[in-house]
């Protein structure tokens, strides 16, 4: 068999509350990336938006058969909604961050409750361990007052010798 002992519950606490701000950190990571890859996306195609729009104003100058005028409206609506949907995913993205962020917060305060737990235990296994030691330290010193007054009593004590019978002044 081992000598080892049981895990303590606190200890099992505080590894399961590492562990779970751990993953909460790693979604936070995933919510913020995807976020980062939303805005780089709606700024290319606000980007775009502008440049087809300016490119249009100029264009407007010169006449243009009606197709192409009827193509480019339809491009640049196409546009406008892949920004409209780029914009709600984006809002999605930063509710999910932030619920992601408030998680791990959480999860953070978990971790340090459940340290805090296992120092006040460690903290009261110590004081216990101290107060054992203590008394184990009482115990031999009495037990040596004891023995040294026993020799003192057997070497010669004051007291007068009495061969097994009192002695009365």
Same mark, same amino acid.
Do not use: C, I
């Given at each position: 068999?081992s000598?080892?002992k049981?895990? %303590?519950a606190?200890?099992?606490? !505080?590894?399961k ?5 751990e993953q909460? $950190? @790693?979604? +936070? *990571?995933?919510?913020q ?5 939303l ?19 100029e264009?407007h ?16 609506h ?5 920004? %409209?949907?780029?914009?709600?995913? !984006? ?5 999910h961050?932030?619920?992601? $962020? @408030?998680a +791990? *917060?959480e999860?953070e305060r978990?971790?340090l409750?459940a340290?805090?737990l ?5 903290k ?6 101290e107060?054992r030691e203590?008394a184990?330290m009482d ?19 004051p007291?007068?010798?009495t ?6 002044s």
């Open positions: 068999m000598d080892q049981p895990p %303590d606190r200890t099992v606490l !505080l590894d509350a590492q562990r779970s701000a909460r $950190a @790693q979604v +936070l *990571a995933q919510h990336q995807r976020l980062a890859r805005q780089a996306s709606a700024q290319r195609v606000g980007e775009m938006l502008a440049d087809y729009q300016r490119r249009l104003a264009d100058r010169h006449p243009r058969p009606m197709a192409d005028t009827r193509n480019d409206r339809l491009f640049l196409n546009l406008q909604g892949m920004a %409209d949907k780029l914009g709600q995913d !984006l809002r999605a993205g930063v509710a961050r932030d619920a992601a $962020a @408030q +791990l *917060a999860a978990a971790v409750q340290r805090k296992l120092e006040l235990a460690e009261a296994r110590r004081a216990e361990q107060r203590q184990a115990g031999w010193s009495t037990m040596r007052h004891a023995h040294k007054a026993h020799e003192h009593d057997a070497a010669g004590s007291l007068k010798k061969q097994g019978r009192p002695e009365f």
